[in-house]
């Protein structure tokens, strides 16, 4: 079971060379002289616009919040839709409960205006 | 109807109550949300008797639940549960009925509030009835997420979103001590199923009797955190002074009796085998929480934090019927359980109607005079404070009296003694109330003119008042009932351990 | 063989993120770094065969709950001088105990006879067998859709719960 994880433990070994291959090439070969301007952080190439510490607008949270409950609906349903022939109808019945009282949360925000930028 | 719980469907049957309940609290929701114009004050009463319908409708499925039988579920199907449903239920319709004109007058009536009650009711009842930790859990936190926003739903005043965020963070510490004793529970002993446990446990297979007893002391904290027991309350006062009233009157009552079924089940019951360890720390806690919190109720001049620490030491009272933990004992506790959800809520629907406009009157120079001006809200708030005192005449005395009986049954003699000492002291505090109501004249002729108490909170007030004097002078059928609820409950564990304690 | 050569070298990862995540005194830097000690768990509960929670532990905490983490800290505003008062000696008291808590268990658990079957728990071999019937996740789905089922069901119930009180205490306008 464990041996087809391979791939992915070569695949995170070569992600992280290739990370630290570029950092490092671009440490060693490349002039560093700075300057304010160059050391400002880039924002579109616009001057920066006050502080990073600013507080944030509740507003991203309830986007956030949404996006937890659904991702944990995910997590919940993976594991069916893997073994869904396996549990038959019964899991299936199962699964369109959960699913049904999911959908009334997101017709409810849907409704609400929950999903808008306003 | 005779249930196995072999496949999925009995427990469609099972958990009808629930279910009924779920589907309408999601009906009211999405009816709340489609209404055209749903912005308008006007068509909102309309959500509030559907709510209350949608509790009446449980309660039906509840009645029809007394023909079905059933074991090895994960859900209980017995009689304590019908008893404590029934209770539940009757706490979040006195809730409903006495939010109706609240809500308006805090500019805060909005769908959303009844459907969350409701399905902190459906977290009640799954709570109450759970057979299985795990279930429990997920109960206790269907209950506790839909209270916690409720707390907060004044958003226009502070102290609302202050005392949400108490309980929230104080309610989620006590949730996750609550899962860390499931988890060491499962590990000491490899069930999570309550009638197993006590199988296991009362055989002395575990294992791990380390693993297993620091499980059930988590599991302690977890459910002493829930029912505000001493030294675990100090969320109470702030949670219950700062959310909406008919919240407070909700968590006091329904909230309340939901984690004490749940004790009653999980401790008195599946832990039966390790009685002789637990009791000692709930001796405690009844001990301390009794005098505890009455002393500083003593100290509270605002009428709605006194009635937040009489519940906590309400919590003590009942907490010696779980010390006693036998037949009596939890007869006397869901008798005790459902008088204190009816004067309870009594005492905070009258805290509701004493108030002009969005202003709430707690302080007791606030009550002074009310009993010549306001004579019948007086009257009934009187009633409801002896009854809290536990005054004859009143059903609170009977109360106290069972709970005292199954002391004296588990011979629990100190602590029955502290109960009646405590008792005394309470006296002070809840006659004060009455003394200053009809005692010290009112600061004008006026000044108790014009209270706002809507028709559907008169009535959920008169039915609280009268089923507490019933309950004095009838109690026979309700505690026959709460016996004959209890009559399973520790059969099984009998025939395990061969254990009676008292008659 | 190297498996257990994984094993050290995500374990020595994890601690590392780990120590870094309580020294450091921004919060936002500490949250970056409980990510790698996230990642770093995810390989290691892979490596023992917990493929699903290694995937669950990425999507769930690396993913949703780091973003939480952050919007908290960020809608806080906790200026530059933060945490001063967690490191005062109760606190250092306090961890320390959960610390040989925490140690007391783990000891407790290595030298138990893990042969014994205790209660229900049928041990390593059955839950392997079960692994071996249904595969890694089937194993899970299976419980969670048949004897679990209604405990799935309030599940769902306390994410609408969740859905309705988020848009109620944090929109705007409602």
């Given at each position: 079971m464990i041996e087809s994880y391979l791939p992915i433990l070569i695949l995170l070994a070569i992600s992280v060379v290739n990370a630290v291959v570029i950092l490092g090439l671009t440490y060693l070969v490349s002039p560093y002289r700075p300057t304010s301007v160059k050391s400002a952080p880039y924002e579109s190439g616009m001057p920066g616009l006050g502080g990073t510490r600013d507080r944030f607008s509740v507003k991203f949270y309830v986007v956030a919040i949404l996006f937890i409950v659904f991702d944990v609906e995910t997590v919940f349903l993976v594991p069916w839709a893997v073994a869904m022939r396996d549990l038959g109808w019964e899991g299936f019945a199962a699964a369109m409960i959960f699913i049904f009282i999911l959908t009334v949360g997101l017709i409810y925000e849907w409704k609400k205006g929950a999903l808008e930028w306003d | 109807m005779e249930l196995d719980f072999q496949t999925s469907v009995d427990y469609f049957w099972a958990l009808l109550p629930e279910i009924v309940l779920s589907l309408w609290a999601m009906g009211v929701l999405l009816a709340d949300v489609f209404?055209?114009?749903?912005?308008?004050?006007?068509?909102?009463p309309a959500i509030a008797w559907l709510a209350l319908a949608g509790i009446a409708a449980a309660a039906v499925a509840n009645v029809w639940l007394m023909t079905v039988t059933g074991t090895g579920g994960m859900i209980a199907v017995d009689g304590f549960r019908i008893f404590a449903n029934f209770i539940l239920l009757l706490a979040a319709a006195l809730a409903i009925l006495v939010s109706m004109g609240y809500l308006d007058r805090h500019a805060m009536n909005r769908g959303e509030f009844y459907v969350l009650l409701m399905f902190a009711v459906v977290g009640m009842m799954i709570l109450a009835s759970a057979q299985d930790l795990i279930l429990l859990f997920v109960g206790l936190e269907l209950m506790s997420v839909a209270i916690y926003v409720l707390v907060g739903f004044n958003r226009r005043d502070p102290r609302s979103g202050e005392a949400a965020l108490k309980y929230f963070l104080l309610g989620a510490f006590a949730s996750a001590f609550l899962l860390y004793g499931i988890a060491l529970v499962f590990g000491a002993t490899g069930t999570t199923d309550l009638a197993l446990l006590a199988e296991t446990i009362g055989t002395g297979v575990q294992d791990a009797p380390l693993l297993l007893m620091m499980g059930v002391g988590l599991l302690a904290v977890g459910f002493a955190f829930k029912v505000a027991a001493m030294p675990f309350h100090v969320w109470t006062p702030d949670a219950y002074d700062g959310a909406p009233t008919p919240i407070t009157a909700l968590m006091a009552t329904g909230v309340k009796a939901a984690a004490f079924a749940a004790l009653l089940r999980v401790f008195?019951?599946?832990?039966g085998g390790l009685h002789e360890t637990w009791v000692v720390a709930f001796w405690w806690l009844a001990a301390l929480t009794m005098i505890g919190a009455n002393l500083v109720a003593?100290?509270?001049?605002s009428v709605k934090r006194m009635l937040a620490y009489s519940s906590i030491a309400h919590a003590g009272y009942v907490l010696v019927a779980v010390v006693a933990a036998n037949a009596v004992g939890a007869a006397a506790f869901l008798f005790y359980l459902l008088v204190y959800t009816l004067m309870t809520a009594g005492a905070f629907g009258i805290v509701i109607a004493n108030a002009r406009g969005d202003r709430e009157r707690v302080s007791l120079e606030d009550y002074a005079g009310l009993g010549w001006q306001q004579p019948v809200m007086a009257a009934a708030f009187a009633i409801f404070l002896l009854s809290l005192a536990g005054f004859?005449?009143?059903?609170g005395f009977i109360g106290k009296l069972y709970i005292l009986r199954a002391a004296l049954a588990a011979d629990q003699v100190p602590l029955a003694v502290i109960l009646v000492m405590a008792s005394l002291i309470s006296y002070f505090y809840y006659l004060r109330v009455v003394i200053v109501m009809y005692m010290r004249p009112a600061p004008a002729a006026d000044t108790h003119a014009g209270l706002t108490a809507s028709r559907p909170l008169q009535v959920a007030v008169g039915v609280a008042a009268i089923g507490v004097i019933l309950l004095f002078f009838a109690p026979a059928m309700v505690l026959d009932a709460a016996q004959g609820s209890v009559a399973g409950l520790f059969i099984a564990q009998e025939a395990l351990f061969g254990l009676s304690r008292g008659p | 063989m190297l498996t257990d050569i994984l094993f050290f070298f995500f374990a020595g990862i994890a601690i590392f993120c780990g120590i870094m995540v309580v020294t450091r005194r921004n919060p936002v830097a500490s949250a970056l770094w409980l990510i790698g000690t996230f990642f770093a768990l995810a390989a290691i509960y892979t490596l023992i065969g917990a493929f699903f929670i290694g995937v669950i532990q990425i999507l769930v905490y690396a993913g949703a709950i780091m973003v939480l983490f952050l919007f908290v800290i960020m809608l806080l505003?906790?200026?530059?001088?933060?945490?001063?008062?967690?490191?005062s000696r109760a606190w250092m008291i306090t961890a320390g105990g959960s610390g040989l808590v925490l140690l007391a268990i783990l000891g407790r658990v290595f030298a138990a006879d893990t042969t014994a079957p205790l209660g229900r728990l049928t041990g390593p071999e059955a839950v392997a067998t079960q692994v071996a019937e249904y595969g890694a996740v089937g194993a899970i789905a299976r419980p969670m859709y048949t004897d679990y089922m209604i405990v799935l069901q309030v599940t769902g119930l306390l994410l609408l719960v969740a859905v309705v009180g988020a848009v109620m205490l944090a929109k705007r306008r409602v």
């Amino acid at each position: 079971m464990i041996e087809s994880y391979l791939p992915i433990l070569i695949l995170l070994a070569i992600s992280v060379v290739n990370a630290v291959v570029i950092l490092g090439l671009t440490y060693l070969v490349s002039p560093y002289r700075p300057t304010s301007v160059k050391s400002a952080p880039y924002e579109s190439g616009m001057p920066g616009l006050g502080g990073t510490r600013d507080r944030f607008s509740v507003k991203f949270y309830v986007v956030a919040i949404l996006f937890i409950v659904f991702d944990v609906e995910t997590v919940f349903l993976v594991p069916w839709a893997v073994a869904m022939r396996d549990l038959g109808w019964e899991g299936f019945a199962a699964a369109m409960i959960f699913i049904f009282i999911l959908t009334v949360g997101l017709i409810y925000e849907w409704k609400k205006g929950a999903l808008e930028w306003d | 109807m005779e249930l196995d719980f072999q496949t999925s469907v009995d427990y469609f049957w099972a958990l009808l109550p629930e279910i009924v309940l779920s589907l309408w609290a999601m009906g009211v929701l999405l009816a709340d949300v489609f209404q055209k114009g749903s912005r308008s004050e006007a068509s909102r009463p309309a959500i509030a008797w559907l709510a209350l319908a949608g509790i009446a409708a449980a309660a039906v499925a509840n009645v029809w639940l007394m023909t079905v039988t059933g074991t090895g579920g994960m859900i209980a199907v017995d009689g304590f549960r019908i008893f404590a449903n029934f209770i539940l239920l009757l706490a979040a319709a006195l809730a409903i009925l006495v939010s109706m004109g609240y809500l308006d007058r805090h500019a805060m009536n909005r769908g959303e509030f009844y459907v969350l009650l409701m399905f902190a009711v459906v977290g009640m009842m799954i709570l109450a009835s759970a057979q299985d930790l795990i279930l429990l859990f997920v109960g206790l936190e269907l209950m506790s997420v839909a209270i916690y926003v409720l707390v907060g739903f004044n958003r226009r005043d502070p102290r609302s979103g202050e005392a949400a965020l108490k309980y929230f963070l104080l309610g989620a510490f006590a949730s996750a001590f609550l899962l860390y004793g499931i988890a060491l529970v499962f590990g000491a002993t490899g069930t999570t199923d309550l009638a197993l446990l006590a199988e296991t446990i009362g055989t002395g297979v575990q294992d791990a009797p380390l693993l297993l007893m620091m499980g059930v002391g988590l599991l302690a904290v977890g459910f002493a955190f829930k029912v505000a027991a001493m030294p675990f309350h100090v969320w109470t006062p702030d949670a219950y002074d700062g959310a909406p009233t008919p919240i407070t009157a909700l968590m006091a009552t329904g909230v309340k009796a939901a984690a004490f079924a749940a004790l009653l089940r999980v401790f008195a019951v599946s832990f039966g085998g390790l009685h002789e360890t637990w009791v000692v720390a709930f001796w405690w806690l009844a001990a301390l929480t009794m005098i505890g919190a009455n002393l500083v109720a003593l100290t509270q001049g605002s009428v709605k934090r006194m009635l937040a620490y009489s519940s906590i030491a309400h919590a003590g009272y009942v907490l010696v019927a779980v010390v006693a933990a036998n037949a009596v004992g939890a007869a006397a506790f869901l008798f005790y359980l459902l008088v204190y959800t009816l004067m309870t809520a009594g005492a905070f629907g009258i805290v509701i109607a004493n108030a002009r406009g969005d202003r709430e009157r707690v302080s007791l120079e606030d009550y002074a005079g009310l009993g010549w001006q306001q004579p019948v809200m007086a009257a009934a708030f009187a009633i409801f404070l002896l009854s809290l005192a536990g005054f004859p005449l009143t059903g609170g005395f009977i109360g106290k009296l069972y709970i005292l009986r199954a002391a004296l049954a588990a011979d629990q003699v100190p602590l029955a003694v502290i109960l009646v000492m405590a008792s005394l002291i309470s006296y002070f505090y809840y006659l004060r109330v009455v003394i200053v109501m009809y005692m010290r004249p009112a600061p004008a002729a006026d000044t108790h003119a014009g209270l706002t108490a809507s028709r559907p909170l008169q009535v959920a007030v008169g039915v609280a008042a009268i089923g507490v004097i019933l309950l004095f002078f009838a109690p026979a059928m309700v505690l026959d009932a709460a016996q004959g609820s209890v009559a399973g409950l520790f059969i099984a564990q009998e025939a395990l351990f061969g254990l009676s304690r008292g008659p | 063989m190297l498996t257990d050569i994984l094993f050290f070298f995500f374990a020595g990862i994890a601690i590392f993120c780990g120590i870094m995540v309580v020294t450091r005194r921004n919060p936002v830097a500490s949250a970056l770094w409980l990510i790698g000690t996230f990642f770093a768990l995810a390989a290691i509960y892979t490596l023992i065969g917990a493929f699903f929670i290694g995937v669950i532990q990425i999507l769930v905490y690396a993913g949703a709950i780091m973003v939480l983490f952050l919007f908290v800290i960020m809608l806080l505003n906790l200026g530059n001088d933060y945490q001063p008062d967690l490191r005062s000696r109760a606190w250092m008291i306090t961890a320390g105990g959960s610390g040989l808590v925490l140690l007391a268990i783990l000891g407790r658990v290595f030298a138990a006879d893990t042969t014994a079957p205790l209660g229900r728990l049928t041990g390593p071999e059955a839950v392997a067998t079960q692994v071996a019937e249904y595969g890694a996740v089937g194993a899970i789905a299976r419980p969670m859709y048949t004897d679990y089922m209604i405990v799935l069901q309030v599940t769902g119930l306390l994410l609408l719960v969740a859905v309705v009180g988020a848009v109620m205490l944090a929109k705007r306008r409602v």
